[in-house]
């Protein structure tokens, strides 16, 4: 379905993707995880034809996507990372506009319009000018004109940045449900959860290539480690080996209940103020840290301040 081979591109003397190979069958969601500046978006618009590469290739259903883009630009359906909405149009126009480009017309067009807008809880806004709309609501018609067509490709750059939490989950649903009908989507975010939540394949973007892929469960049970975390009231007395931050002291573990209880045992006073004990097990979070050496952001990492596991 997408094919990628060592592909290259560079701003100047910034070396983004240097050497990328990718595969994504059909049916599967592909989490291209990676941290702000990796070069998730330009090798989405890259793929996409909105930017030329430097080197390397890009087959989609068998076609060079340098030379046949018109040909395969039907079979892509595109949500940019920046919305791509007409402000002064109303939601319908936009979806009717966006439709056509993407050669639905018709009958066809008025069915689908009507099914996306089901999906992505449009119905009630068809009328209003996109401009007046939330930014939830934004995130939710620039998606929608993604999914307009039947495509056998999908790219969604960071599809939930500025989206509520029932947008968030229509959206999920939305994807899992093309995905389930055959397309091949490539979503790219640094919201781990947003992968482990569509049980989606792991591919992680760093320095320019894909330093790990594979599906989630082997990932996790590749790379991921449990964790043990204590809260106190206060700030968390010293522990030997644990790591501190503030309130909370964390360690990464293979037998985190028996750390917890080694902890406790010696806890003294400072037991009257311990408040929290969480074990937290191997996920997404722990196995990227341990492939990268950092979280993919501030937000949507809860064991922010862990330390990468060998
Ligand atoms: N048009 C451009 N000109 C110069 N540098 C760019 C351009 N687009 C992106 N970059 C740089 O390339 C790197 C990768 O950016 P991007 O692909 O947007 O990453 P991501 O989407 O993973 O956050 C960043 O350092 C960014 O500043
Ligand atoms: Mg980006």
Known sequence: MLSIRGLTKAYGDLEVLRGLDLDVRPGEICGLLGRNGAGKTTLVSIVSGLCAADG??????????????????????????????????????NLEFFGGLNG??????????????????????????AGTLSGGQKRRLHTALALLHTSSLLFLDEPTVGADVVTRGELLEAVKRRAAEGCAVVYATHHLAEIEEMTASV??????????????????????RSMAELEFAGEAPFLDGWQH??????????????????????????????????????????????????????????TEGVDAVA
Not at 112 to 124: H, K, M, N, P, T
């Open 245 to 302: 931050d503030g309130a909370f002291v964390r360690l990464v573990a293979p037998d985190p209940a028996r750390a917890v209880a080694a902890a406790i045992a010696s806890l003294d006073g400072a037991a009257a103020r311990l408040r929290n004990v969480r074990i937290v097990p191997a996920n997404l979070q722990t196995a990227y840290l341990a492939v990268t050496g950092h979280a993919p952001d501030a937000t949507g990492m809860d």
């Open 104 to 129: 639905v017309r018709g009958g066809e067009l008025r069915r689908r319009i009507a099914e996306v807008a089901i999906e992505l809880s449009l119905q009630d806004l068809l009328s209003r000018r």
């Open 56 to 93: 390397g290739s890009v087959r989609i259903d068998g076609l060079d996507a340098f030379r046949d883009m018109r040909r395969i630009r039907n079979r892509l359906g595109v949500a940019p990372q920046d919305l791509g909405i007409y402000p002064t149009l109303s939601v319908h126009a």
């Open 203 to 224: 591919a992680i973007l760093e320095g320019g290539v894909i330093l790990e892929r594979g599906d989630l469960d082997s990932v996790v049970a590749k790379y991921g």
